[in-house]
């Protein structure tokens, strides 16, 4: 028996699939192999990590003269693949053929779907029609039959994907997502993203890439990520979950302008960008919000969520701690809240980094996928340039918090109420603002703007702008394993790697 010439490790956890291999003729006379009667051979389909965290499949292929041991060789791989427990065998898979650049069906038939297939994975596909499509199928399809969901699309079609999932075991459990403070069940099910859309920040915070293939490949090794959630309730009334950005002001308003140019496709975002970076619009409001007392880590931190990240596994245990003591009272609600009331330009909720092409550190770098703990980040009114010199620090090394206008806390619940709304609450009838509508009256120029500005959450707007926001702690479950520390130089060995069997 003799590998390539050059040397391979593999953990048995990262090989993809192995197969008899069947030797054509001319393969048969190159080399040393000439020299037999009849060679024998299997190939070893794995994991080659490369730069950047992008994975890729690649393989090698062990000649041997003897039949027998050939398939001894092949039988103890196979074995050891049954071992790995986590891998999925049968998944649910929905293709948005619309998402991001139209692409999501050709990049699943072409780069997916033949890895599945080598992984024998067996596979239910449903192409979307319309919006909602998945999320209305989920409330009805029988789950327990498959071991995942895998969404093709962008960070919308995963919202929609993790609304219908949630959404099914609330209603299986008699819950009422309606109420703020119910207790909500936890999801269980894992879910796979095969990057297909605009921004794509879910797939890439958690991988550390946005690539189909490297996504498929931590789906077939059968990775599991928790991630936190948070609940968006408008008084007694759901409005939305959201795992990546909640953002009033400056997203908000990206969004509400992009949603008209869809056609432009993934550009819409630079366009709206730029149009309301000019527009410089601030919000008043007051944010209410209790601190994150649990968690390890603080939003200023230097380190990042990594791969097996000891802050989001502290937050694992006082979870499972919570489950056990579940039925006592949780004091909670007696809490301390931080109240402030300001002029923003920006206000962003993010329960993980948001790193994304566009920004590869993203809104909040030392955020965490699964701390049960969400950045509140607070960009007060200030200049357009110095708004500027803000969002240029999204894609360099510089500190984007490093600035008396930008507050970051990083909190476990927050609420928020524009001036307008309080000012509405409060009966308050001012017809001279009734009637300027948007603009501030007293100062044309100054871009206060008196409307409200909408909530983005995770790329779709909601209808309220007075929210109630609480953070799930690792509330649904990913095919990721986290940003991989220089995956490319550090890969870690396991005890039962290839080169140790041979
Ligand atoms: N067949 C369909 N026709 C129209 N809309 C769809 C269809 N299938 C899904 N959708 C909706 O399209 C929305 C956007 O999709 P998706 O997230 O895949 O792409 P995107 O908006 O380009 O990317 P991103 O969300 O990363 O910015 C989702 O909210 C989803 O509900
Ligand atoms: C002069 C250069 C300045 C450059 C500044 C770059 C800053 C980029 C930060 C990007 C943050 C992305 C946050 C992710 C939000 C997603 O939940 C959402 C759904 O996909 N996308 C958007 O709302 C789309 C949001 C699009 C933002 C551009
Ligand atoms: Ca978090």
Known sequence: MSPVPENCFVPTSEIIAVEETELNKKQRNIGKWQKMAKPHAFTVYYVKKARNHRWRCSDVTFWCVDEHLCNQWIQALKELLEMQKSRPKHLLVYINPYGGKRQGKSIYEQKVAPLFSLASISTDVVITEHAN?????????????????????????????????????????????????????????????????????????????????????????????????????????????SVSLLGYGFYGDILKDSEKKRWMGPMRYDYSGFKTFLSHHYYEGTISFQPAKHTLGSPRDKDSCRTGCYICKKSEQQLAEQHKECGLKHEEDEEEWKVIKGKFLAINAVNMSCACPRSPKGLSPAAHLADGSADLILVRKCSRFDFLRYLVRHTNQDDQFDFSFVDVYRVKSFQFTSKLSEDNESNITDIGKKRFGQFCRDHPACCCNIANSTWNCDGETLDSSAIQVRVHCQFVKLFARGIEENSKDEAVYSQSSIEQLL
Request: glycine share 10%; charged share 15%; proline share 5%.
């Open 133 to 241: 499509h998945a999320k209305d199928n989920l409330l009805e399809v029988n789950i327990n039959k498959y071991d995942g969901v895998v969404c093709v699309g962008g960070d919308g079609m995963f919202s929609e994907v993790m609304h219908g999932l949630i959404g099914r075991i609330q209603k299986d459990s008699g819950i009422d997502q309606n109420n703020p403070k119910a207790p909500l069940v936890q999801c269980n099910i894992r879910i796979g993203i095969i990057p297909a859309g605009s921004t794509d920040c879910i797939c890439y915070s958690t991988i550390g890439i946005s690539d189909p293939v490297t996504s498929a490949l931590h789906i077939i090794v059968g990775d599991c990520q928790p991630l936190d959630v948070s609940s968006v309730h408008h008084n007694n009334t759901f409005l939305k979950y």
